[in-house]
């Protein structure tokens, strides 16, 4: 009864916490993203991924990856382990109750002194008996271990986002690689065909009389540096397509696709928002300011070692000599009483412990400070890529046209019989690297798109 009256005061003495408060994380942060031009308002990495990406296929590849990509699985399942493990932190706050039972007989040997004169050597002992440990939370390490294991949960849960971001974004780049692939292996195969006419063009001439061997060796050489394109590109398109079924998480084939592409950034307007908005998007960011409150919390918990731990324990049940008696209310037993224990000497392993759990929750905000400025440094990439490939959109439109007004001339010169047929296999290779180019620069700017809404956290809510 003694004891028992002593719990009020012993839950009272119970409040005393330990080691710094695990509050967010805090760097100094720049007053907006470098590139971003844009008003503040709404982001663009605000908006669902199917609002920004709105070719049909694209969504139907992206949700079937959503569904099966087994990265995003394990991250899923991390959420379950890292819940179940916080509900083994909480359950420190309450009592454990254990049982057991127990059945004996004993054989005691008179020549040993086990057994008095007279009497018998046998004996027999049954017991059931419950077992009650309850430490009491003096100096906050529970409540420490419990804050620990909740950021660890929530930090679980952003990583699961971030694998949904960079799983939406790597979709997406894979799908604009694949459909730029798609537009090369048209411009060689368009190419090839013009190359024959050529090649027959000046075939039909060296019968003439006109053109000499040479020129016909040129137009063959024009044609073959096509045609080893054709089957480069194909091998190009196959080793992606398969590379998006790996996202998808399905097996290697094919990629049944439709339709333009191009129309993906006609309507897009790419603004990066407020700081503290792009901070709160980044899945990374978040779980990394989490992993600092953990480490912060994990400090108490190092601290409270330290420190004597107290704890109540009890057990009661019934004893019994005789079987028959073991549930008869005289073979009742127990004993409860406060126990108080803790380090006298330790060589100094519990300080050491603090300064590991001190030196984690550094490493920890280094951490976090690294986070954050990739974040700003990525999307500064990615909306600097966006305006500038803008640019070199325009400025390779303009250089495509006048390489196709070149061979043009050139063509007709060599048809003239003003100029040898060098003249047309210099710009035929030339308006052949520009117009690949101009297919990679537009896949630059869908790419760019693409990285910007990454960087800006969009694609996993």
Not at 197 to 216: C, I, P, Q, T
Request: hydrophobic share 40%; aromatic share 6%; proline share 3%.
């Amino acid at each position: 009864m003694r004891a028992i009256l002593l719990l009020p005061f012993l839950l009272l003495a119970s409040s005393c916490m330990l080691g710094p408060h695990p509050d967010s994380a805090s760097v100094d942060l720049p007053s907006s993203v470098r590139g971003d031009s844009a008003p503040h308002g709404a982001s663009f990495g605000d908006k669902a991924w199917r609002k920004v990406f709105t070719d049909s296929t694209l969504r139907t590849l992206i949700d079937r990856s959503l569904k099966n990509n087994q990265d995003l699985v394990a991250a899923t399942y991390r959420i379950e382990e890292a819940r179940a493990q916080a509900n083994v932190s909480r359950s420190g706050f309450f009592p454990r109750v254990d049982g057991g039972a127990d059945a004996t007989s004993n054989y005691g040997s008179p020549n040993a002194n086990q057994v008095a004169p007279g009497s018998n050597r046998r004996s027999e002992s049954y017991n059931l008996t419950g077992f009650l440990s309850w430490e009491l939370d003096l100096w906050g390490g529970i409540a420490r271990n419990d804050q620990a294991a909740r950021a660890n949960l929530l930090r679980a849960q952003y990583q699961r986002d971030g694998v949904q971001t960079i799983l939406v974004a790597s979709v997406a780049s894979a799908y604009v690689d694949l459909k730029n692939l798609d537009e090369r292996l048209a411009i060689a195969r368009r190419t090839v065909d013009s190359r024959r006419v050529s090649l027959d063009l000046v075939k039909a001439r060296k019968d003439g009389g006109v053109s000499s061997d040479l020129e016909v060796r040129q137009a063959e050489s024009l044609l073959s540096q096509a045609l080893v394109i054709i089957p480069t590109t194909e091998r190009g398109i196959a080793a992606k397509e398969n590379e998006i079924r790996a996202l998808l998480g399905e097996y290697p084939g094919g990629i049944t696709r439709a339709g333009s592409f191009e129309g993906l950034g006609k309507s897009l307007n790419i603004s990066a928002g407020l700081p503290s908005s792009l901070i709160a998007r980044r899945p990374d960011v978040s779980a990394a300011d989490q992993n600092f409150r953990s480490a912060t919390a994990q400090i108490g918990v190092a601290e409270a070692l330290r420190y004597p731990s107290l704890s109540l324990t009890g057990r009661g049940g019934v004893i019994s000599a005789d079987l028959n008696d073991l549930l008869e209310g005289r073979s009742g037993a127990y004993s409860f009483g406060p126990n108080l224990a803790g380090p006298i000497f330790d060589a100094g392993a519990g300080k050491s412990r603090v300064d590991a759990a001190k030196a984690r929750a550094k490493i920890a905000m280094a951490d976090y400070d690294k986070a954050v400025k990739r974040a700003f440094q990525e999307a500064a990439d990615s909306i600097n890529a966006y305006q500038k490939s803008a640019q070199i959109i325009e400025e390779q439109n303009k250089l495509v046209t006048s390489q196709r007004a070149t061979a043009y001339l050139a063509m007709e010169r060599f048809k003239g019989g003003v100029s040898s047929y060098l003249e047309v296999l210099d710009a035929e290779r030339n308006l052949f690297t520009a117009e690949l180019d101009l297919a990679d620069s537009r896949s630059d700017r869908l790419r760019a798109v693409v990285q910007a809404y990454r960087a800006l956290g969009g694609g996993w809510k």
